[in-house]
């Protein structure tokens, strides 16, 4: 019992879930408007309960849309191709204005399988054209939007084929030369509908429906020079050349009462109809193909979005252009080409040389170029986007420029800054030094050089050179008299050593004569400038630099910590060294002339 009982409960979920699902497919049994006409009746809206309908679908989507003038059958012929009566498909109208209203679509798709793909078929109706209260710019748009949106465009026309009717093709034909057009062997944009000449009539006097479509094709002679005939004979020749992408089809008349068809069964329609049509159905489904945008199907979610994108490039301006729906599907592409864009340039290290930041946005232009040439939409049109892309990359190049300038700015005032503060230390050095300015001069310059790039460069190279010139002849100016006072203040700290310290007496006797010479000298020549003109001079400059500055040894920097091992030494010496070692010297020292002396024996 217990087994039967949850054998019960399984079957009644199933059941429920089946329930469910057929109550929601019931439910999208119906037609739907997806797009609607805005209160002016010029423009379009989108109407969401459609969109859901579409959204739901997961599987590749392929679209038919009939189009043509109001009262012509097209609502009717839909329902036909769907199998459907009057009271279930879309909603049939006898009356002299139009039953629908911009473009609805039958909420159940087709499920077809098409070169091995599943794909889910649309059925679309449109408002038809010259209906009475209407612009003719709404009829573009409507014609426009079922144009792009469909796999296969019937054109759904009574009798014959007019002069209005090929001019209504203009739009599809500029569609035809923006979008899908190869560049470079490669599809740009999404593939074109099937253009599907459906002529309803009961004869065709003699001719086929392709060669009445073909007469309707041809060139009218157009001697006066008219611009609208002109106009129309470019319509004809696009159209001829897209020979290869449509197909002509006719359909007699259903019944004579024609009021009176959605009362009526097959078995009571002219049989000839319901042969052809049966034949229509075979050739829609031979020709149909999912939509395709830039190389991807669309599923439902897809397809609501390129079905918004189109709908706001349509609504742009006044009157629809093939040029406003470029730069709509360009937008994103633009996006991807300015980012691409960003990202080689932001891989640059600023500052750099203006010529090598140029050369960097030329190779970034060039690889973002590239890449729109490869995805971007439209053939003609797509100029404007060029442009607006080259804008873009200009305007962000601009901003590249001024941070190029801000860091080489920062940069070069930073080493400016800091060889000023490098020639004020060897201004006051304790142990002035050419040698060691030179080469401080020269680390700071060869920094300077190597560092400071970019666009400030030219400014701060000029402020650099006027910093260390008058740096330099500073340090020469003061160079000699600091060099001169350090040498009167060594002579007489040598003697202090001499005889205080050491009690070397030579040395006393050399610090003695250099004190007397470089004081006499320049008392007697008037001033100590004209000492440095001197040859003794010269050599005691060069002996200095010698002593002072090498590149193995810098006195300015050791001069403390080896005065201080000087003077340990020489305590060290003159406390302990005499008392372990003697006094023995073969130099004169004051100490055994003192000693000797004391030794003397005293006479009367």
Known sequence: MGFLKWVSVICVIFCWVLASESSAEDEFRRAFPIVVPDPGHTKLQ???????????????????????????????????????????????????????????????????????????????????????????????????????????????????????????????????????????????????AKLLWLIQRDFLQGKSVQEMVDEALRQVPNHGGDKNIEQVNQIRESLAIMGDNSTAFSLPQPHLHRTKLCEMLDSELEPSYVEKREKLKQVVTSIIHPKVVQGKHLNGQEFVSFLEQILEALNKGEIPSTGSLVEVFNKGILERCLKLYNQQMGTLLLPLPEDKLQLAHDESSKKARKLFDEQHFGHYHAEKSVVKLDDEIQKAYKSYLLANEYESSRVCEKLYTDCEDKMDQLQVLRL?????????????????????????????????????????????????????????????????????????????????????????????????????????????????????????????????????????????????????????????????????????????
């Open 46 to 192: 989108i109407a969401r309960q459609g969109l859901e309908a579409i959204q739901r679908i997961k599987t590749p989507i392929a679209a038919i849309a009939v189009i043509g003038p109001y009262r012509s059958g097209k609502s009717f012929l839909l329902n036909q191709l769907l199998s459907l009566s009057c009271d279930e498909g879309f909603g049939v109208g006898h009356m002299r204005d139009t039953k629908t209203k911009g473009i609805w679509v039958w909420g159940t798709p087709v499920e077809l399988v098409i070169d091995g793909v599943k794909v889910s078929v649309l059925y679309l109706d449109t408002e038809g054209f010259e209906s009475v209260g209407k612009s003719n710019v709404y009829d573009d748009r409507i014609f426009a939007l079922a144009t792009v949106l469909s796999s296969v465009l019937i054109y759904n026309l009574p009798e014959t084929i007019r002069e209005a009717d090929i001019s209504r093709l203009s739009f599809a034909v500029e569609i035809a030369e923006e979008f899908y057009g190869r560049v470079k062997g490669q599809d740009v944009a999404f593939e074109p």
């Open 432 to 604: 002035p030094s050419m040698a060691k300015f030179n080469a401080g001069f020269l680390q700071c310059n060869q920094s300077f050089e190597e560092d400071c790039v970019g666009p400030s460069k030219k400014n701060y190279e000029q402020r650099m050179a006027k910093m260390l010139g008058k740096g330099r002849i500073l340090f020469i100016k003061e160079y000699n008299q600091r060099l001169f006072n350090w040498l009167v203040a060594f002579s007489l700290v040598m003697v202090v050593v001499g005889r205080f310290v050491i009690k070397f007496m030579l040395l006393e006797i050399g610090a003695w004569v250099m004190f007397i010479f470089l004081e006499t000298y320049t008392r007697m020549f008037w001033s100590a400038e004209s000492l440095y003109y001197n040859p003794a001079w010269h050599a005691i400059v060069t002996t200095w630099e010698t002593i002072v500055y090498s590149r193995f040894l810098d006195l300015d920097r050791w001069a403390i910590p080896l005065s201080i091992l000087l003077a340990i030494f020489v305590f060290y010496w003159r406390c302990y060294g005499r008392r372990k070692h003697g006094s023995i010297s073969l130099l004169p020292l004051y100490n055994s002339a003192l000693r000797s002396g004391a030794n003397r024996p005293r006479t009367d």
